[in-house]
């Protein structure tokens, strides 16, 4: 019963702060340079592992979803999204976003799947970030190991953590081969990928099919950055 009630009190807690947030721009930015990501992600792998001793699945769906959601909107919202999302990753938001999918039963309010799915697309998206990159680089061996496995149990999210996987290794590859060009940007944030088209002017990522990610990153406002097709 104390567990379950903590499972709650935590819950509230971050629909508080996800609130709050909402309502005033201070208020959220002050929440995260106060590191509510990494506090909260931390505190729910902490209490993760204790989710099979929970009698009914209510708060812990709650606790689950409530948390992703307020990543979700500060990578919307938030003032320097890439620097949220690597504390997130720092915290083991993706470790919590693969283990909590065995757990679900098939029809739940809150579609954890969905949740899931929605964070390996971001993750996804994000890897063109160098602070991103560098770390699922260092990780990728370890993520593969530990992750594997229980990402194995559900074919979704097997499915999603394999196109991941992959993706990083093609980066980590094209790195390795020194096929990675310094983009000689002031603010020292951004690398681009060789591309078979040669570079692109500019503000945007840009893609095709017979390239790699090409990026002129002089924007990460955005959850999801710009991708253009380009012949």
Known sequence: MELIQAIAMFSTCVCFIMGTSRHDVAIREGFIVRH???HIFSALRILQPLIPLIPGMGSTENALASSFRYLFFLLEYADGPVSVF??????????????MA????????ANLHNINADFFEILYHYLVHDKILS?????????????????RQDKNIWKDW???????????SLRSKEEMTKWPLSNDKGWFLK???????GIKLRQCAGCQVV????????VIPGIVTIG
């Open 195 to 201: 591309c078979c088209g040669g570079t692109t002017e």
């Open 215 to 222: 990026r002129t990153a002089q924007s990460n406002a955005s």
């Open 162 to 172: 394999f196109a991941m996987e992959r993706t990083i290794r093609s980066y980590v």
């Open 135 to 151: 770390y699922t680089c260092k990780h990728v061996d370890a993520w593969s190991n530990a992750l594997g496995p229980v990402a």
């Open 86 to 99: 690597y504390e997130a990753l720092r915290a083991r938001a993706l470790e919590v976003a693969v283990r």
């Open 36 to 38: 509510s990501i990494r």
């Open 102 to 109: 065995p757990f679900e039963p098939l029809k739940m309010e």
